[in-house]
């Protein structure tokens, strides 16, 4: 039950392979549940699945998304925003049915109250087929930082200061980097049915490393996937410290 891995040339193959994982759940199940991430890793792989629908081998009429994470607070028209950057990687570009697009809501009055009101979102949707992650460079997902506990459900979280630092090249400076965000829990990305965790550069080498060690530690939360029988690391040398 370790986490199996698939180690490919370049980030063109990366993209393609993970691309081609998701293309296999939404063909054997019209009206999939794909629990999507942003950043830059999954970018190729957006535009692999665009195209795939492009000339009609992939369908998105009937799949739902739930995205992982939102900054907050964030309005969906700022071009850093989670939702901003999934209309412009992906839904903008399939056929796919806005209204069961979900990511959690960057401008509620009471962030609390979006997390308790993304879990019902969550378990009205029903069990995710295929969660993709990437990983942040001191091993976070979602944004489930490092720390001394982690969270099972949705909630809200502070950003570390590396994570900021990571995140700062999107923005126009550090200072404009949200401090805050809402992101589902490790509870939350663990009830997936099937999990894949993208990775590449040599930033995420250690973070990979400490997972795949197959320990658990909260200081790297992506080593919490250890913990699920169905999780694929799709990754180049780079990442695996080659
Ligand atoms: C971000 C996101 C994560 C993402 C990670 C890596 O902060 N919250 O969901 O996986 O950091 O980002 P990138 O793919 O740009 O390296």
């Given at each position: 039950?370790?986490?199996?891995?698939?180690?490919?040339?370049?980030?063109?193959?990366?993209?393609?392979?993970?691309?081609?994982?998701?293309?296999?759940?939404?063909?054997?199940?019209?009206?999939?549940v794909?629990?999507?991430?942003?950043?830059?890793?999954?970018?190729?792989?957006?535009?692999e699945l665009?195209?795939?629908?492009?000339?009609?081998?992939?369908?998105?009429?009937?799949?739902?998304?739930?995205?992982?994470?939102?900054?907050?607070?964030?309005?969906?028209?700022?071009?850093?925003s989670?939702?901003?950057?999934?209309n412009?990687?992906?839904?903008?570009?399939?056929?796919?049915?806005?209204?069961?697009?979900?990511?959690?809501?960057?401008?509620?009055?009471?962030?609390?109250d979006?997390?308790?009101?993304?879990?019902?979102?969550?378990?009205?949707?029903?069990?995710?087929?295929?969660?993709?992650l990437?990983?942040?460079?001191?091993?976070?997902?979602?944004?489930?930082?490092?720390?001394?506990?982690?969270?099972v459900?949705t909630?809200?979280?502070?950003?570390?200061?590396?994570?900021?630092?990571?995140?700062?090249?999107?923005?126009?400076?550090e200072?404009?980097?949200?401090?805050?965000?809402?992101?589902?829990?490790?509870?939350?990305?663990?009830?997936?049915?099937?999990i894949?965790?993208?990775?590449?550069?040599?930033?995420?080498?250690?973070?990979?490393?400490?997972?795949?060690?197959?320990?658990l530690?909260t200081?790297?939360?992506?080593s919490?996937?250890?913990?699920?029988?169905?999780?694929?690391?799709?990754c180049?040398?780079?990442?695996?410290?080659?």
């Amino acid at each position: 039950m370790s986490i199996k891995v698939i180690r490919c040339e370049n980030y063109a193959e990366m993209s393609r392979a993970a691309a081609s994982i998701v293309a296999k759940v939404m063909i054997e199940k019209k009206n999939a549940v794909l629990g999507l991430a942003t950043g830059s890793t999954p970018v190729g792989m957006y535009g692999e699945l665009a195209e795939m629908n492009r000339i009609g081998v992939l369908d998105f009429s009937d799949v739902t998304t739930v995205n992982l994470d939102e900054y907050y607070p964030i309005s969906p028209d700022n071009d850093q925003s989670y939702r901003y950057f999934m209309n412009e990687n992906l839904f903008d570009h399939v056929n796919i049915d806005k209204s069961r697009t979900y990511v959690p809501d960057g401008t509620a009055a009471d962030p609390d109250d979006a997390c308790r009101r993304y879990e019902e979102i969550l378990d009205s949707v029903g069990q995710v087929d295929i969660q993709v992650l990437g990983i942040g460079q001191n091993g976070h997902i979602g944004f489930n930082e490092p720390a001394e506990s982690l969270e099972v459900l949705t909630h809200v979280t502070g950003l570390t200061a590396s994570t900021i630092k990571a995140n700062a090249r999107f923005f126009a400076s550090e200072a404009d980097v949200p401090t805050k965000a809402l992101t589902m829990g490790m509870g939350t990305i663990l009830r997936a049915k099937k999990i894949i965790i993208m990775a590449n550069g040599a930033a995420k080498r250690d973070a990979v490393a400490v997972m795949l060690k197959g320990g658990l530690t909260t200081s790297c939360p992506a080593s919490l996937l250890n913990l699920h029988p169905d999780v694929t690391l799709i990754c180049d040398p780079a990442a695996l410290g080659e």
